[in-house]
């Protein structure tokens, strides 16, 4: 992934937004691939332990912000970081009923098309999302070939989003296309994990989805 | 805390968490400039037929039949989910425990466990490093990559090809010989007719429809098993079967199918029913013979002029030699068909121009050889062979055979085999004393006991000590018998791969999975019709490989750049997907110049199909009936050979020198288990699937299925006895295993016979139908494959070929834990 298209923003952005748009991409990163050594030093670093510090500050974030921290102290060796990996192949890479594919297609009810049944994967939702990122210029990275409803792309895409758009437009995004199936996606996660990581990530997403649409809500009345 | 100030406090804190990437990217200009370029309609097709498929926004969104094709089957329905599913192998994996432990890993945790995901180059890396692992320590005779399958079709991108000619390169291997489908039938014919005939091409259906005045369905379901084909299957046969119905209907054929069950095919053509009881076709049809023989009823010309050994095998029939008169009296109390029924019978055979029509179920069974002799036997009495509309086939339910040939070439394909001169980097032929190529059915025999000699075909066959097996697209966790001793030989195995589109079970038991892309993602050319040779047919590419997966061709040729410097090239003679495809094209016109018209490649790919038109009408054995010294049959005596020398120098006591009733192992309606397990188990053909291929069509399946999962047709008495109504869940079990299925109740299955298609997928959980436990011995499956019930065991010391039909069950209402479907979701993790 060598394009960065998030990095082709504006000159001046609001910290604020800036802040919201960069844990939308560590949070796209973290679902999109498993985590390797670098990722893993830079999610250890001294800079990395105040960033976790000050998430986890906030209350509905802390147990899961602790986990995650405490599940990264242990990733010290090859063996460790491969057994995460199962998780993550187990979680995300194959299947869909004992699994917790991150296609939100797979967990939006899907109506009836003109074709008759939408196929599981690349359906309906993969479309739209394709659409979405096409009015901003945007796709999918070659190197990620994953259909574009996948977790990872629709929280890239809002990371683009909280840079390139006014708040009305990031809360009506956010409503349409995250938090109509994410709650149900993370129940699925913490059913199938067999490890502690990946849940905790998985209800921290909701956890900062959901106060980041109140907040914007907040702002916007 | 205000949540301005506690993002505010993020701000510099959050700046190089990751100074990673993202997975989205400005969007192309090719992209940008509007609607896909290559959105519309192409040309392609599979096994079920020719198909015109549209792309829209990059994705298939509908496909419809050829234009030619006048009776689709609605497995058509089920394409789209063969690419789109949840199956789907999205990326390179391998199990975990052997990524850190390689050939030392645990393998008693295969089949349920963690797989990682890893590059392509590590994952070719594993597997070369495996095979020379193998090749030096056991040599040849360790490792098996001969087991071989379906495949999806395409000249240029069959996967059996691909794989074997590139593990070739690496070194040599064990091989099979025959197949799952027809190992019995292919085995005895040649003795008897001096062909496999199973394979051969029959008389022309429009003979058949002119001369018959009676046809004999015997265990066949032309209906159901002619809606896919070895290669795109143009399904005319069908027009034929519309024929015969109206004629049916008419009064002009009868047709009488003799069948445990009624068939797809009985129904649709309203024809007649002859109930056997299962496995006992033998008695039934000695005792036709007896009759014949009683009533004179047989062609003593044709016997004399076309066939040898009648005079060994009438003593047997008459009960001379082991004291039992083969009577009508005598077979009626094994098949169940009464002796009235039986001697009306030989007259009705012999009365008229009768064409006998075989299916291959009969000869999936102990001593699946005799039912073949024997019907030879009856159609040379009869003696009709080589008349139109009369005689035997084996074939007219298979891969449109039946439809005349065009006479056209078809095209080459990619190579299997080496080229001449090319080198191995394991050379050795060395296969410790151990046979190089072993009956398809018995590998799991030969995982289990290494070093034992059989008896095969005439030959002696010693097991190898195999310790690795690659597969290619192909799921022996489909087509073999008795799960629980496969899982037994699996312990035994150090490494294996899966080349494959989906998580098949194969897949989910195997250490390093390949994932191939479908038909539909790359581009390739198909005969249209196997035996009609239609013409040939674009396979256009309609999507680009899904995920992470790559054609055959690819794979192949990535593994063989790791066998050296200049391999790759070697492996693909230089040449790339496109210019294969038009070698392959132009060779064919090369072939055909002057006989039939064929375009430019160009003219040809932009069209989608080529027409070699239609061929004439012919008649099987026809020239051997009109000469046959100068047309003599292949067997040893050019005649037709109703005892054998050859087979009966062999001594085996399994197969003696002429058909023979042997009782089986098991059987019901009275047979030795029956006492026990009371149902036979018919394993046919599926309706809905070609073998195991588009199980994994969820919405398709979906059609199907009872509560999710597989159907298990059900005699209304027989279920009305258990309590158990359709929709209900079945657990249908024996000594050897135990499965779970969806009850659908029909009178179209008489009292002791179930039916539980095969190629249902295998998806076991634990015996008590928790989540865990799917790896052990005994688990329960989630799904309905009966292959986890089926006896493994050889036919007879002949062909040593597969008896799936020969498996007696018993069933009740499910009352446990209901699991979910675990055979669609890929490797299920359990909980350490």
Redo the contacts between chains.
């Keep these: 992934?060598?394009?960065?298209?998030?990095n082709?923003e504006p000159v001046e952005v609001n910290?604020?937004n800036?802040?919201?748009s960069?844990?939308y991409?560590?949070l796209?990163?973290l679902f999109?691939k498993?985590i390797d050594h670098k990722?893993l030093h830079?999610?250890t670093?001294e800079?990395?332990q105040?960033?976790w510090a000050?998430?986890g500050?906030?209350s509905a974030f802390k147990a899961d912000v602790n986990i995650l921290v405490a599940e990264l102290a242990t990733l010290n060796t090859d063996?460790a970081l491969?057994?995460l990996?199962?998780?993550?192949?187990?979680l995300f890479?194959?299947?869909?009923?004992?699994?917790a594919?991150p296609y939100a297609g797979l967990y939006l009810d899907n109506k009836p098309t003109e074709?008759?049944?939408e196929?599981?994967?690349?359906?309906e939702q993969?479309?739209q999302m394709?659409q979405f990122?096409?009015q901003s210029?945007?796709?999918?990275?070659?190197e990620?070939?994953?259909p574009a409803d996948?977790l990872?792309?629709i929280l890239?895409?809002v990371?683009?989003l909280c840079i390139h758009s006014d708040e009305a437009v990031q809360l009506s995004f956010i409503e349409a296309n995250l938090t109509n199936w994410l709650s149900r996606f993370v129940d699925k996660v913490t059913e199938?994990d067999?490890g502690n990581f990946y849940q905790a990530l998985a209800r921290l997403t909701l956890s900062w989805v959901k106060?980041d649409a109140e907040?914007l809500a907040?702002e916007l009345n | 805390m205000n949540r301005r100030d506690f993002l505010k406090g993020l701000v510099g804190t959050s700046y190089v968490v990751l100074s990673g990437s993202s997975v989205l990217a400005p969007l192309n200009a090719l992209a940008a400039s509007g609607a896909d370029a290559s959105d519309g309609w192409l040309t392609t097709g599979s096994h079920m037929g020719a198909f015109k498929m549209k792309r829209k926004n990059g994705v298939i969104s509908e496909v419809i039949p050829f234009d030619t094709d006048m009776y689709p089957t609605d497995m058509i329905n089920g394409i789209k989910g063969l690419v789109y599913n949840e199956s789907r192998i999205r990326y390179p994996m391998v199990r975990l425990d052997f990524l850190l432990k390689g050939h030392q890993s645990d393998t008693k945790q295969r089949g349920d466990f963690r797989f990682v995901r890893v590059t392509w180059d590590k994952a070719l890396g594993l597997f070369k490093d495996s095979l020379d692992l193998i090749q030096t320590k056991y040599g040849p005779s360790g490792l098996h990559a001969g087991q071989t399958g379906w495949r999806a079709t395409g000249q240029l991108h069959s996967c059996t090809s691909h794989m074997q000619r590139a593990v070739a390169m690496h070194g040599n291997f064990v091989k099979k010989v025959g197949d799952y489908s027809t190992g019995a039938g292919q085995t005895i014919l040649p003795y008897v007719l001096g062909s496999t005939e199973v394979y051969a091409q029959g008389t022309s259906w429009s003979l058949i429809l002119e001369h018959s005045k009676t046809i004999i369905l015997w265990s066949n379901d032309p209906y159901k098993n002619l809606q896919v084909g070895w290669n795109a299957e143009t399904h005319e046969s069908y027009a034929y079967l519309a024929q015969l119905k109206e004629k049916v209907a008419k009064g002009e054929i009868r047709v009488i199918s003799i069948d445990p069950v009624v068939s797809k095919t009985q129904q649709y053509l309203g024809c007649e029913h002859l109930y056997i009881n299962p496995q006992t076709d033998v008695p039934f049809m000695l005792a036709i013979a007896h009759e014949m023989v009683e009533k004179n009823l047989l062609d003593n010309e044709f016997i004399e002029g076309y066939s040898l050994g009648f005079d060994k095998f009438l003593p047997y029939l008459q009960g001379q030699t082991d004291g039992v008169e083969k009577t009508p009296e005598w077979a009626s109390k094994i098949c169940g068909v009464s002796p009235e029924v039986i001697r009306d019978f030989a007259k009705v055979l012999t009365k008229d121009r009768t064409q006998i029509l075989m299916g291959w179920c009969v000869q999936r069974q102990q001593h699946g050889e005799q039912p073949y002799w024997m019907s030879a036997v009856l159609a040379t009495m009869i003696g009709q062979i080589g008349l139109p509309g009369g005689g035997i086939s084996y074939g007219h339910h298979y891969s449109g055979i039946g439809v005349p040939s065009s006479g056209a070439a078809a095209p080459g394909a990619f190579p299997r085999n080496l080229d001449d001169g090319q080198k191995q980097l394991f050379d050795s032929t060395d296969f410790n004393g151990a046979s190089s190529v072993i009956p398809v059915a018995r590998w799991i025999d030969s995982i289990l006991e290494p070093g034992k000699t059989i008896d095969a075909n005439g030959s002696k066959i010693t097991y190898p000590d195999i310790k690795m097996m690659v597969f290619s697209g192909n799921n022996p966790w489909n087509h073999h018998q008795d799960r629980n001793r496969m899982k037994e030989a699996f312990f035994k195995l150090e490494c294996i791969v899966s080349i494959d589109m989906n998580w098949t079970a194969a897949c989910r038991f195997s250490d390093i999975v390949l994932p191939a892309c479908t038909t539909f993602e790359r581009n390739d050319i198909d005969i249209y019709g196997s035996y009609a040779n239609r013409g040939l047919l674009a396979m256009q590419k309609m999507v680009e490989p899904l995920f992470e997966s790559l054609s055959d061709f690819e794979i192949f040729t990535r593994f063989a750049a790791l066998l050296g410097e200049g391999k790759a090239q070697e492996y693909t003679r230089g040449m790339n997907e496109h210019q294969w495809l038009e070698m392959l094209y132009n060779d064919c016109k090369a072939s055909n110049e002057g006989k039939f018209e064929m375009p430019s490649f160009e003219e040809f790919w932009k069209a989608g199909y080529v027409y070699f038109g239609e061929g004439k009408p012919w008649v099987r054995h026809q020239a051997f009936r009109d000469d046959p010294e100068i047309n003599p049959l292949g067997t040893p005596s050019g005649l037709i050979e109703i005892f054998s020398r050859k087979i009966a120098h062999y001594e085996y006591d399994d197969c003696p020198g002429h058909p023979t009733w042997m009782e089986k192992v098991e059987r019901s309606h009275g047979g030795p288990g029956s006492k026990k397990h009371p149902i036979w188990l018919q394993s046919c053909h599926p309706d809905k699937r070609l073998h195991s291929q588009m199980c994994e069509s969820t919405e398709f399946r979906e059609t199907y299925t009872v509560k999710g999962r597989e159907p298990v047709y059900l005699n209304p008495e027989d279920a009305k006895k258990r309590g158990i109504k359709s929709g209900d869940i079945v657990r249908v079990f024996n000594d050897r295993g135990q499965l779970l299925a969806g009850a659908v109740v029909s009178d179209k299955f008489p009292q002791g016979i179930i039916r539980i298609q095969e190629g249902a997928w295998y998806g076991p959980v634990g015996k008590d139908g928790s989540k865990e436990g799917g790896a052990e011995i005994g688990a329960l499956d989630s799904y309905g494959d009966p292959n986890t019930l089926t006896l493994d065991i050889g036919t007879s010391k002949l062909a040593q070929a597969c008896s799936a039909y020969t498996c007696l069950v018993d069933y009740e209402k499910y009352q446990g834990k209901v699991p979910a479907v675990s055979s669609f979701s890929g490797p299920i993790e359990i909980a350490l």
């Excluded at chain 1, 890479?93 to 699994?99: C, D, N």
């Design positions: 992934m060598s394009t960065d298209a998030v082709t910290p604020v800036q802040v919201r960069t844990i991409q560590l796209s990163s999109a498993e990722t830079d999610l670093s800079q990395a105040n960033f000050q998430l500050s906030e063996k491969l057994e990996a199962a998780d993550y192949c187990g890479l194959v299947g869909t009923k004992f699994s594919s074709n008759g049944d196929p599981l994967l690349f359906g993969h479309q394709t990122l096409k210029q945007l796709q999918v990275q070659s990620f070939p994953e996948h990872a792309v890239a895409y990371a683009h199938v067999n106060s907040w907040s």
